[in-house]
């Protein structure tokens, strides 16, 4: 199979999970023996061509805007000139792989013009961000996914949660919608063999504190001021040794302001943006991770930890439940509530074999659900029936 792939990200350009998930999913398709050419944005000092793992990558120029939708319109309009280029001088394509709305209009535009099949990968709604539609910026990007959605032959979701979310929020039929879960490249989150646990553990407590752990983005829908809120029911009930450690840029003032309203500010240790080295590293000194989200279709954090065998705590919603199996691969809570937040760090930090025996599962789990060549298979399986399907109609 020849396929085309549109992002908006790649790296080194990184913006989301979409970046990630591109970059680990298509070189198994290489391997598979498959010709994949993605087109994504010039980024920086990388070469406007070149094959990263296999893929054939096309970085294209999009001019500057002040307004995001408006620069969003440029990249579409650039990436239908240089993919119409490409299909025209290196076709025949077999599929059009397009992920999430922000490339919808380049991806729609070519499949019509070249009769080719369009495959849609929705990794998150505007619906599910923020509750329901309640702006006009919410209703136009909502408008586009679900544009997105129905001019797609095939639409790819992380979970099953996300695929009753396309259905409800996009009004996509359930049977057009197939579940292929992420994945993670284990390999890639070892230390370094000349790490010393101690020396760095002590950048971010002391011997006798328990390590417990947020990483990620600081908005309202992490649900971070949540695990805050549990933190001092924790502390009271470990005699105070242990420390919160509260990983990623952003708006952190509200939340150091909760912190120190909480009284419990010296437990708390935010240390703004880490890099990855820093990060896997970090991930073999905690205690346990906490990830209280208020909305997330799948939760890749929670695999990273996995690999890293640290134990996970995730709240019941979105795909997080479905990723962290309850009192098999880790413990999930209530949503938004400290209680069951504190609950179930309280079961992490007392019980050290349970949640040894929770980190061995998870570790396997990862080689069961979550192999990149597995889901790549999963992936072409879908691509297989589309190309069945087209043989089958006239366009």
């Known amino acids: 199979m020849k396929i085309l792939v ?36 010039e980024f920086g000092q990388a070469p406007h061509f070149e094959i990263v793992d296999g ?29 119409g280029k490409l299909l025209l001088e290196d076709g025949p394509f077999d599929i059009i792989h397009a992920h999430d709305w922000l490339v919808a209009d380049a991806a729609i535009a070519l499949k019509h013009i070249f009769k080719i099949p369009l495959v849609a990968t929705i990794h998150a709604t505007e619906y599910g961000r923020y509750n329901g539609i309640h702006t006009d910026t919410h209703r136009y990007i909502n408008s586009k ?22 259905e409800r929020a996009l009004r996509c039929t359930w049977d057009k919608i197939d579940v292929v879960y992420n994945g993670i490249c284990v390999e890639r989150k070892e230390p370094p063999s000349n790490f010393n646990f101690w020396q760095f553990r002590r950048r971010f407590a002391t011997d006798e504190e328990k390590i417990v752990y947020y990483v990620g983005r600081m908005t309202h829908e992490k649900g971070v001021s949540f695990l805050l809120n549990a933190a001092p029911e924790v502390i009271w009930e470990m005699g105070g040794d242990v420390k919160f450690v ?55 954090v929670a695999l990273e930890s996995f690999a890293a065998c640290v134990p996970v705590i995730v709240s019941d919603t979105g795909g997080l439940p479905e990723v962290v199996q309850h009192g098999k ?3 999930v809570t209530r949503t938004a509530n400290p209680d069951s937040i504190a609950w179930g760090i309280l079961e992490m930090l007392r019980n050290p074999g349970y949640a040894k025996w929770l980190v061995k599962n998870a570790y396997r789990d990862l080689d069961k659900r979550f192999d990149w060549f597995k889901l790549a298979q999963q992936t072409e399986a879908v691509y297989g029936r589309v190309l069945h399907e087209r043989s089958q109609v006239d366009w």
């Not at 913006?15 to 010709?35: D, K, M, Q, S, W």
């Not at 708006?251 to 820093?278: E, H, V």
């Open 6 to 41: 549109l992002a908006w990200e790649f790296p080194p350009r990184i913006v989301g999970g979409i970046a990630r998930h591109v970059a680990e999913l298509y070189p198994e398709f290489v391997t598979l023996g498959h010709e994949i050419h993605l087109l994504t944005v």
């Open 55 to 83: 893929i054939r990558v096309h970085r294209i120029h999009v001019g500057e805007s002040h307004n995001f939708f408006h620069w969003v319109v440029n990249m579409n309009e650039s990436m239908g000139r240089h993919g």
């Open 145 to 166: 996914e679900a544009s997105l959605a129905h001019e797609a032959w095939r639409v790819i979701v992380c979970t099953n949660y996300m695929r009753l979310e396309i």
């Open 246 to 300: 509260i990983i990623g840029g952003g708006n952190i003032d509200p939340l150091k302001r909760q912190a120190w309203d909480l009284g419990i500010w010296d437990k708390c240790y935010f240390t703004g943006f880490m890099s990855d080295s820093d990060l896997n590293q970090f991930r073999r000194v905690a205690d346990c991770a906490v990830f209280p989200s208020l909305y997330e279709p799948f939760g890749i």
């Open 329 to 331: 691969t880790g413990i």
